[in-house]
């Protein structure tokens, strides 16, 4: 999942049911240490970041920081999740939502609160 090719820092994670619609969304924020946010919108001004879904219960989120002379990696793959997520890309929200945080949202497949297993077991992760 996460391309070992790619020379990326593993970011720091915080997940959790989203908590205005915690039973349809699973919230996943990743801190990208000089990124960016536009004035106006939820976009980065100095980043890309690519959301790659491989099945329902796996994704690999990589934000590429643009500096010079070379730009920062930052990668996070998800090997498994507790339960299937919408598979279509259109089911996601991926958003800057202060400097330095990308929060994404993924639409669940089936309703319910992943709340006690992300606390005691976690996601299954790359690396």
Known sequence: MVDAAVDARRPIVEYYDDKSDPENYLCLC?????LKKKIVGNK???????LKIHDERSFTVTVTVLKKPKNEVFQYGV??????IN?????????????????????????????????????????
Do not use: M, Y
């Open 30 to 34: 990743v801190d990208i240490p000089g």
């Open 44 to 50: 980065a001004s100095n980043a890309e970041i690519e």
């Open 79 to 84: 090997k498994k999740l507790p339960d299937a």
């Open 87 to 127: 598979t279509d890309e259109r089911a996601h929200i991926v958003k800057v939502k202060k400097k330095e945080e990308v929060q994404i949202l993924f639409q669940k497949a089936r309703k319910g609160s992943w709340a006690s297993t992300l606390s005691s077991v976690g996601l299954e992760t790359d690396g």
